[in-house]
C-alpha cells in the first residue's frame, strides 16, 4: 500500500516540535516509533499532510528517578523499558506488561507515549500505570502540566491533548510499602496479538505486612477506555492477606460490573466480562501469594 505525499519535518528539539504543531495544528500528526500511525497512513485511515518526527529529540527516553517519583520519557521504547533495572526493581508491573506487547520487532521500535497517545482501549502498558497512579506530563508552549492518567484517556482513540500538546513523559510516585503487582492478558494467539482482556493488579501491605493498605485493579480492553475498577478495590483493602483469597471472587463480579466491553469479530462481550472475573481472581492470587512468599518489593 502506498502512503499519500506529506511534508516531513524532524523536530531538532522539544520547542522545535511544538513550534511546528502550533503552527498547522490539525494538519500535522506526530511521529514517535511509528507503529501505528504509519499503519493508519497506509490504509488511508489518517491523511496528514505533514509529519512531525520527533526522533532526533533529545532527552525523552529516559527513565530516572526524581526524588520520590520515577520519571519515564515518551519516546522510551517497550523493549528499553522491558530491561530497565530501575522499573525492574522499583515496579516489575509494568516491565511485564510492556514485554507482552507486539513482537520483538515491535517493541524495539515503538514508543510509551505512542502506546498511551493511541488511546486504544487494549493498550497494554495503560492498565498498569493506572493502577500505579500514574500522572502524565503534558507540555505546549506555555509550559508543563500534570493530568492524572485516568484523565489522559477521553475515548477510544481520543486523548486529553490539545493539537498544539504533546506527551513529554510519565510520573508514578515510588511507595516504600511492602507491594507486588501482576499484569496478564487474554489474546486469542499466543504472541503478537491485541489484548482481549489486561488485566493489571497492585497491591501494598503495611509494616508488618499483615495487612493490604492498597489494593488497585486497571483493565483494559473492556471499556471506550483503560478503566480502573474501585468498588472491587474498595472490598479487599483494609483485609488480612489470608482473607483476601476468599473475597477475590466477590471483588471479581465486582470488577465486572464496571466493564463495558463490546462485541467484535475476536471475542463477544460476554467473553470478555466472564475473562474479566477469571482474570481478576488469577491476578489477585498470584499478587497474594507473591506478597505471601516474600513479603513484596
Keep these: 500500500m502506498r502512503i499519500r505525499p506529506f511534508e516531513y519535518h524532524a523536530a531538532v528539539n522539544l520547542e522545535d516540535a511544538l513550534t511546528q ?24 485511515k489518517v491523511l496528514p499532510p505533514r509529519v512531525i518526527s520527533l526522533n532526533k529529540v533529545r532527552g525523552l527516553s529516559s527513565v530516572r528517578e526524581e526524588d520520590s517519583a520515577m520519571r519515564i520519557g515518551a519516546l522510551a521504547t517497550h523493549s528499553q523499558l522491558s530491561r530497565d533495572a530501575i522499573l525492574q526493581e522499583n515496579i516489575p508491573m509494568l516491565c511485564e506488561a510492556v ?19 493511541n488511546a486504544s482501549p487494549a493498550a497494554d502498558s495503560a492498565a498498569p500505570l493506572l ?14 502540566r500534570e493530568i492524572p492518567l485516568r484523565s489522559f484517556f477521553t475515548g477510544p482513540g481520543i486523548t486529553a ?22 499484569y496478564i492478558k487474554l489474546m486469542r494467539k499466543k504472541a503478537v496479538d491485541l ?23 486497571g483493565l483494559g480492553g473492556v471499556a471506550p477506555t483503560p478503566i480502573r475498577a474501585p468498588e472491587a478495590e474498595a472490598m479487599l483493602t483494609g483485609l488480612k492477606r489470608n482473607e483476601v483469597l476468599k473475597a477475590l471472587p466477590d471483588a471479581a463480579r465486582a ?7 463490546i462485541s467484535d469479530i475476536r471475542a463477544s462481550a460476554e467473553y470478555r466480562q466472564a475473562m474479566v472475573d477469571v482474570y481478576v481472581r488469577r491476578a489477585g492470587e498470584r499478587v497474594v501469594n507473591a506478597l505471601l512468599k516474600t513479603g513484596g518489593n
Design 255 to 261: 470488577a465486572v460490573a464496571v466493564t463495558r466491553p
Design 99 to 117: 514485554s507482552l506487547i507486539g513482537s520483538w520487532q515491535i517493541r524495539n521500535i515503538a514508543t510509551i507515549g505512542g502506546n498511551l497517545c
Design 21 to 44: 504543531l502550533g503552527e498547522y495544528g490539525p494538519d500535522a500528526k506526530v511521529l514517535a516509533g511509528g507503529t501505528d500511525l504509519i499503519l493508519a497512513m497506509k490504509h488511508k
Design 195 to 217: 489484548s482481549l482482556v489486561g488485566v493489571a493488579f497492585q497491591a501494598e501491605t503495611d509494616r508488618a505486612g499483615e495487612k493490604l493498605t492498597r489494593v488497585a485493579i
Design 161 to 182: 491533548l490539545a493539537r498544539n500538546q504533546l506527551l513529554k513523559e510519565i510520573v508514578i510516585e515510588r511507595s516504600n510499602a511492602p507491594s507486588a503487582g501482576c
Design 131 to 144: 493502577a500505579l497512579d500514574a500522572r502524565a506530563v503534558i507540555a505546549d508552549m506555555e509550559g508543563e
